[in-house]
């Protein structure tokens, strides 16, 4: 009889503490992470919308189950692919960046400025090629070795997927800019480099570009107006949340992209 008194408390002791482990690793499971990463097209200031005017990184959170996925929106305005990485943004994303998160970047804006003025100095070298040219940047005070466009945008691909976590290229989203009654796209320079760079090194790429003129298009030029504020490239809230709404469809789309398990039915 004490024996069996004996195994049944242990037996009870063992399953209850097997309940009490199972639950703490339910509470302790680490949410993936979705790290955004951009310009002010993406994130606006501080995100809140003071200047009224919004990024597309703000206001994606709608579309995702965010009680099983993290999102945070790391884009900053005034950030090429060259100063997001050299002013050690991309470094703390890495030391965080786990397997199984996700990046979805977007740059190019900012792009096609000079390489070193002494405003700036945020310019990459056009293309995806290997150029590179040694400059002394005025604003940091150092030697710099610049490269292209496609070669800082292929790190932050290689890295994301180097640390076990899923990379999305975008294209940059179009401004404001008309041209015989069409949208003018960047499918001949930035918009193009991103595709090839997503296609050359096994990333997802969303040609966020042309889905979001495309969707310019069907509105008179009036209604498209009203989906930026104070000049060609920055949007509202209307239209960051178009902007959204359009990476949303865009992951939608995309084959085999475990991402999609996160998006709100």
């Not at 943004?89 to 190019?108: A, K």
Request: glycine residues 10%.
């Amino acid at each position: 009889m004490i024996q069996r008194r004996n195994f049944i408390w242990r037996t009870t002791l063992l399953l209850a503490t097997a309940v009490v482990l199972q639950a703490f690793w339910v509470q302790t499971e680490r949410k993936p992470v979705l790290y955004i990463i951009g310009d002010s097209t993406v994130r606006n200031g501080d995100g809140t919308g003071k200047n009224k005017q919004w990024g597309w990184g703000t206001v994606l959170h709608p579309y995702f189950d965010t009680t099983r996925i993290q999102i945070q929106n790391h884009a900053i305005g005034g950030r090429s692919s060259r100063t997001f990485m050299t002013e050690g943004r991309w470094d703390r994303i890495m030391n965080n960046l786990q397997p199984g998160d996700f990046v979805i970047m977007q740059f190019g804006h900012n792009d096609a400025g000079p390489l070193d003025d002494t405003s700036r100095a945020r310019g990459t070298i056009r293309g995806i090629g290997d150029e590179e040219k040694e400059i002394y940047n005025p604003i940091r005070k150092v030697q710099e070795v610049v490269h292209t466009y496609g070669w800082y945008m292929r790190k932050y691909v290689t890295d994301t997927k180097a640390k076990g976590a899923t990379a999305i290229v975008c294209s940059p989203v179009p401004r404001n800019n008309w041209q015989q009654g069409k949208i003018r796209r960047s499918n001949q320079d930035y918009g193009l480099w991103a595709k090839q760079i997503a296609e050359q090194n096994g990333a997802y790429f969303i040609d966020l570009n042309e889905l979001v003129a495309a969707a310019y298009e069907t509105m008179d030029t009036a209604t498209v107006n009203t989906l930026f504020f104070g000049d060609h490239t920055h949007t509202s809230l209307p239209g960051a949340e178009l902007n959204a709404g359009k990476v949303a469809a865009g992951i939608k789309a995309l084959p085999k992209m475990p991402l999609q398990a996160y998006l709100k039915p």
